[in-house]
């Protein structure tokens, strides 16, 4: 007897799993098996939980928060004084928002002087290409470190 193998019957082979499907199948199977620890979750805080104010200082808008340190450009006054920003263009004190047009009466933001401070140095060089001229300075700025104390918004203060 000639047995032809294209006329024999095909023998039931197994399906192959590749290595991935295996792996799943197997971490599946183990995960189910564990207990899921689960994390005890806590609120998370916004922005608008905390007060803070939008001010118009040094020829820029700044974004300020209570009893938080920031650099602004040199303000003639002395350390330990404390200087009024009468700018506020926006007040948020954790539940109404009220927004300036440009600025929010009565609203204002007092910052007591901690120091006078330099920024980092900054290097300008110039240079023209095939001229053999370069030339190279350093700048650094004069700032003012400021704590924000408080920011009150017409008469209420948060």
């Given at each position: 007897?000639?047995?032809?193998?294209?006329?024999?019957?095909?023998?039931?082979?197994?399906?192959?799993?590749?290595?991935?499907?295996?792996?799943?199948?197997?971490?599946?199977?183990?995960?189910?098996?564990?207990?899921?620890?689960?994390?005890?979750?806590?609120?998370?805080?916004?922005?608008?939980?905390?007060?803070?104010?939008?001010?118009?200082?040094?020829?820029?808008?700044?974004?300020?928060?209570?009893?938080?340190?920031?650099?602004?450009?040199?303000?003639?006054?002395?350390?330990?004084?404390?200087?009024?920003?009468?700018?506020?263009?926006?007040?948020?004190?954790?539940?109404?928002?009220?927004?300036?047009?440009?600025?929010?009466?009565?609203a204002s933001v007092e910052l007591k002087v901690m120091e006078h401070r330099r920024g980092p140095k900054l290097i300008v060089y110039k240079m023209r290409?095939?001229?053999?001229?370069?030339?190279?300075?350093?700048?650094?700025?004069?700032?003012?470190?400021?704590?924000?104390?408080?920011?009150?918004?017409?008469?209420?203060?948060?």
């Amino acid at each position: 007897m000639d047995e032809n193998p294209t006329t024999s019957k095909p023998s039931a082979a197994k399906p192959t799993k590749s290595k991935q499907e295996e792996k799943q199948q197997s971490s599946s199977s183990s995960a189910s098996k564990k207990p899921v620890a689960t994390k005890a979750t806590t609120p998370k805080r916004t922005r608008n939980e905390d007060g803070y104010a939008i001010v118009e200082a040094c020829g820029t808008q700044l974004w300020l928060k209570e009893h938080r340190y920031y650099d602004l450009d040199r303000l003639n006054e002395e350390v330990d004084k404390t200087v009024t920003l009468k700018n506020v263009l926006l007040v948020n004190d954790g539940a109404t928002t009220s927004i300036g047009q440009p600025y929010v009466k009565g609203a204002s933001v007092e910052l007591k002087v901690m120091e006078h401070r330099r920024g980092p140095k900054l290097i300008v060089y110039k240079m023209r290409p095939k001229k053999k001229t370069r030339r190279k300075n350093g700048h650094r700025q004069e700032l003012t470190r400021v704590m924000v104390q408080s920011i009150s918004s017409g008469g209420k203060s948060t």
